[in-house]
């Protein structure tokens, strides 16, 4: 019960066998080993730019992806200690689904975005970020938009959308976040934190720990995300921040890999020696620092979400996330929710797909657009 309360800022879940979801196509068979190789953003969004805003120290920088030249736009807010990619493989389904323009951003302090102040995670300059940021994209006259956000981007999204920082917000979609939870969380969060490692050896080892781990349970969403996770440190190797690396906790797989002929003992030794070569990899944010912003992005949400004067939808990946303002406001019809079960708390990771029927349905219904041909509610 103690993990499942870490979900509002980190996937936590335990995982499904194999580290992956359920009838992934991604899956290999027996005696094969898995491709855990990055995969790069331009297989998922049409471009990539870096978009200038002001501030009162000078200029910030987010780093925006975008797909398609019309429609309404979706706007991706994502998760803590994530970063735009994390939205990739959603953004190929979605893309096909509907009439729409996707953008995702690299919130402040997170992925390529570049801040003056980066220690200032407030949930009033982050919501503040996401205004800027669409008056820098689009002027005085921004087209609708639909804002969606997950874990603690959901979060920042309601905030963005309760002081009318996007006027033309269309909708709004949460993805599994809810007050109750996770101010219950908050107490654990440290802890939880602390117990994952604190270097990888490379990306393609920071892949394979999110998948083995449970972190992310679809690897091709793992492939293209946690290279915006992580970074090449500069610490040298045996510095007491980077002693505890990928080698010692990532979780062994049962399966024997019969056509590389190799023992996991071999294997290691193999590893070892490739860490002294390369660069080691660390966090892109260091999400114990921020602990002082937690409450702020939290507390009042629920409330705050209910006072949304847009449609609303809620994505959950289990039903025992409602607390009491929600349950009430749900039986009220103050907004849309769906359930969608066997999936971790990054769940527009894990089930690209599911989430992108909920979301295209959702607009469809309220005539926000319309299903490219060929695809039905």
Not at 209 to 229: D, F, P, Y
């Amino acid at each position: 019960m103690e993990k499942q309360l870490h979900l509002n800022l980190l996937a936590s879940r335990p995982p499904v066998p194999g580290g992956l979801q359920s009838g992934s196509k991604m899956r290999m068979g027996p005696g094969r080993k898995r491709d855990f190789s990055p995969l790069s953003w331009s297989q998922y969004f049409e471009t990539m730019e870096d978009v200038e805003v002001e501030n009162d120290n000078g200029k910030d920088t987010f780093r925006i992806y975008s797909s398609g030249q019309h429609g309404p736009v979706l706007l991706l807010l994502h998760g803590g200690g994530h970063s735009a990619l994390s939205w990739a493989v959603f953004t190929e389904v979605i893309y096909s689904r509907i009439n729409c323009r996707v953008v995702a951003m690299d919130l402040r302090a997170h992925g390529d975005t570049k801040v003056k102040n980066s220690d200032d995670l407030s949930a009033e300059t982050m919501a503040k970020d996401i205004g800027k940021v669409v008056e820098a994209l689009y002027g005085e006259n921004p087209p609708p938009i639909m804002m969606i956000g997950h874990s603690m981007g959901g979060a920042i999204a309601v905030h963005t959308a309760a002081a009318n920082h996007v006027p033309s917000l269309l909708g709004l979609c949460v993805i599994d976040v809810v007050e109750g939870t996770a101010m219950d969380a908050l107490n654990s969060m440290q802890n939880f934190l602390r117990s994952r490692p604190k270097t990888f050896k490379s990306v393609e080892n920071a892949i394979e720990w999110s998948v083995k781990s449970g972190q992310i349970r679809n690897i091709e969403s793992a492939r293209v995300s946690m290279g915006g996770q992580v970074k090449k440190c500069e610490e040298p190797l045996n510095s007491p921040g980077v002693s505890k690396s990928i080698g010692e906790v990532i979780i062994e797989e049962e399966e024997e890999e019969e056509e590389e002929g190799e023992s996991n003992q071999k294997r290691k030794k193999e590893d070892d020696q490739e860490v002294k070569k390369e660069s080691l990899y660390t966090w892109q944010i260091d999400l114990s620092k921020t602990e002082k912003y937690w409450e702020g992005w939290f507390s009042g949400l629920s409330a705050l979400f209910l006072s949304c004067p847009v449609p609303k939808l809620l994505l959950l990946a289990g039903v025992d996330r409602l607390d009491k303002d929600l349950t009430i406001g749900q039986m009220q019809g103050k907004f849309q929710m769906q359930v969608l079960p066997q999936c971790g708390h990054a769940v527009h990771e894990d089930a690209p797909e599911k989430v992108a029927d909920a979301l295209a349905s959702f607009m469809v219904r309220h005539k926000f657009t319309e299903l490219k041909e060929g695809f039905l509610c």
